[in-house]
């Protein structure tokens, strides 16, 4: 039976950040311009302006917007409810991980909660410049509020980055293996590091060997622990390994979510294309969808990598045998659920959950009441999708130590 940990009866309203961060304000300082504070924000909009100036000059290239209305308008409905609960089924597989990661340290937290916390990490992450860094802060601030220890909270958020990163790459790995073309380089990029672990795991065996390698790494740690900045986090790391003990059935169900937060990404672009008439490989599709994403992650100033994804996934559509219009409807349709009615409502749970005195008290209980409305149906969604099969509960005879 797991451990539950009780949520503090007043959580604080701010918390640490669970890394040091470059751009903490200094007390003595003088205050900077605001043109230096927002110029994140300023170089972002000035390069999704710039981009759209820019379209009158490739009209000519551009794929007629009357033929993707069109396709777009005449989309099959099945099709586009597979889309809908497949980008919430991905949405939900991650809250599920994330709350599967406290349930393992010893903390309850509530499905809807899980939702909300996802779903506004996930709108911070893709329009903020900075993002990915904003949203860890917040969600290790949401953990703590929910009850979580900052070591916990450092735990999770590190476990489920490695948990998904390590997912997406085997994803990714067998897309190419599934592709004529590209199995020779996965197998040549598969085997180096077989190679290598088959070389090192028996070496590693010798002592000498070991500590002579694993030097460095104790080096970086004490002059971690000495710096009077950096300790207090090197502790927290240090920590935080040892909270996070899963069983088999554990990392069986983490596994399974982390990979069914991808796949169901996949299988919503899938769908968005046979909505539109595009008949096309699911292999075809998985290729288009990472090649997307890894054109987007080389444009990290773009918020949610717009435009470098919509091109980089229509071209690989029409690689893939695709005419340029279906395949752009297509990406308008994936995107308009996946990204544009995602961060939608994940700006609604974040103004839920917001308890600062920005938000009116009236406006914040219009939108609260809207920010449950959505998670409950995202909840509900998530319960009919396939992942819901997962185990959650441990059984009451089995005790962690």
Sequence with gaps: MYE??????????????????GDEPDEHAPPRPWWRRKAGLIVQWALVLGALAALPLYRDELPDLGAIWSAASHADPGWLTMVVLSVAGSMGAFARLQRRLLRIGGLRMTLRRAFAITYAG?????TLPAGPAVSVVYTFRQFRRGGASAQLATAVILAGGVITTTAYSLVGLLALLADPHARGFALLALAVPLLLAVLLVPALRWRPLRALLTAPLRRAHRAALAHPKIAPYAERLAGARDLLRPSRRDWAALIALALLNWVFDILALLSAA???GIDVDPNGVALAYFAAQAAGSLLPLLPGGLGAIEGSMAASLVAFGATLSPAAAAVGVYRLVSYWAVITVGWIAWAALHEGPRVPARVKAHLAGAGRLSMDGMTAIAYITPYTTIPLHSPAEARRP
Excluded: G, I, M, Q
């Excluded at 007043?10 to 918390?15: C, S």
């Excluded at 996930?122 to 893709?126: D, G, H, I, K």
């Design 4 to 21: 539950t940990v009780a949520a503090p009866a007043h959580p604080p309203a701010e918390a640490e950040a669970p890394f040091p961060l």
């Design 274 to 276: 046979h909505a539109v």
């Design 122 to 126: 996930n709108a911070l992450s893709t």
